[in-house]
């Protein structure tokens, strides 16, 4: 028919508009407006990283507020979360994390669109979901939001996942659609705590493997920004054996996780034994201070220790008054102050020297061949070494991690 045009030629002419607008609006090109893309690796930047997401889904109403102004959830406690930073000035301007699929915490997803992971899981597809994606208002229309996602696709791609997930507003569909995000699940409410719509879309990592054939120009454009002109694809394996020995430090982990938010007292049983295989033993009794797990079992959340007393707040890193600790009494975690032996015990390992606290990190290459990729989580290893010399297991297995809403143009 004379001036008919096919639905690939309309899509793509869309794609087309869709790409010119974003381009004009500052997203990918290079002006990041000075800010430093890299992944967050210290208890600072991780800290600063979780600060914007709270903020910035705080403003949009996805979630209420936190007393601590930090968004944690049980896939910020593992070293193999990825979480990829804008940083300008010392200041957190755009976060995007990535959670790998594991057999223990599954995706952040599953919480609404459960039935369709497990189909995609049934398939034999190793999963990973891009989360905590957030953007300081001033940097969303720059390069920061497209570099960020540059820095998942790197991630995913080198990492051997083949499927990337994504729960957005539906609002925010179009950038997704042209990074070659599919819908996935219809809409839902992502949180059961108050109305939070959202879709779930699939993005096919190994697109991304393969030579950009039969593509319209805005889809080659993608695949070359994703792949050949990607430069953090030669940056994301340091970056992840950087991170890894920032984070398996037991000041760090106590810093994020009983300082700045009391996050583990807020663990289930299940959660805190699976933080237990994951940072190992002896570090997770120094952090936690729980030496039994099993007199937790059957206990609610809001019935377990608190892990860092209030009361406590302001003194010195292990102190505890004659009232609040007793070592024949209060080392049972029904009092709480097992955690208080574990920060007694940290302190003297900062108060003894630096290099007592150097056995609770990870040395770096002893990550070299961690990562199972046939399975998608990491082998457990001998991660520090006592020292009389003979090795003090600290093994863990670490799954790498996840995703949800991008705010920018908004």
Not at 272 to 295: N, Y
Request: with cysteine.
């Amino acid at each position: 028919m004379l001036g008919h045009r096919s639905p690939d030629r309309e899509n793509a002419e869309l794609a087309d508009r869709k790409m010119g607008l974003l381009k004009r609006a500052g997203l990918f090109g290079e002006d990041t407006k000075g800010a430093t893309i890299k992944r967050a690796c210290t208890a600072e930047e991780l800290r600063k990283a979780y600060r914007l997401v709270h903020d910035v889904f705080l403003d949009n109403g996805y979630l209420r507020p936190e007393p601590s102004g930090l968004r944690l959830r049980i896939f910020e406690t593992t070293s193999e979360t990825a979480t990829f930073i804008a940083e300008k000035d010392g200041e957190v301007v755009g976060v995007l994390s990535v959670v790998g699929d594991s057999p223990d915490l599954g995706l952040p997803s599953d919480a609404a669109f459960k039935p369709e992971l497990a189909a995609l899981r049934a398939t034999g597809l190793r999963l990973c979901e891009l989360t905590n994606q957030a953007v300081a208002e001033a940097y969303r229309k720059s390069a920061v939001p497209t570099e960020l996602m540059r820095c998942a696709v790197a991630h995913g791609m080198q990492a051997g996942y083949h499927e990337g997930i994504a729960t957005v507003s539906p609002s925010h569909h179009g950038f997704y659609d042209l990074m070659g995000f599919r819908q996935l699940g219809s809409e839902r409410s992502y949180s059961h705590k108050l109305h939070d719509p959202v879709i779930a879309l699939r993005m096919d990592i190994n697109h991304y493997r393969q030579p950009p054939k039969g593509l319209g120009e805005t889809a080659r454009f993608i695949h070359h920004f994703a792949t050949e002109s990607n430069q953090f694809l030669l940056q994301v394996a340091d970056w992840g054996k950087l991170a890894r020995r920032h984070f398996l430090n037991a000041d760090l982990l106590e810093q994020l996780f009983v300082n700045d938010r009391n996050f583990l007292a807020e663990c289930t049983p299940e959660e805190l034994r699976i933080l237990q295989r994951r940072w190992g033993q002896e570090m997770f009794q120094v952090v936690t201070g729980i030496m039994d797990l099993t007199s937790l079992e059957g206990r609610a959340a809001d019935s377990l220790p608190a892990m860092a007393d209030p009361a406590l707040a302001g003194r010195p890193l292990g102190w505890a008054g004659a009232d609040e600790f007793n070592f024949a009494s209060d080392l049972r975690p029904s009092h709480g102050g097992s955690l208080v032996f574990g920060r007694y015990l940290l302190g003297l390992a900062t108060a003894v020297s630096d290099r007592i606290l150097g056995l609770f990190t990870v040395e770096e290459e002893l990550f070299d061949d961690t990562i199972d990729r046939g399975r998608g989580w990491s082998a457990p290893s001998n991660l520090m070494t006592g020292l009389s010399g003979r090795g003090e297991s600290v093994a863990a297995q670490h799954p790498i991690q996840r995703s949800r809403y991008w705010n920018f143009l908004s």
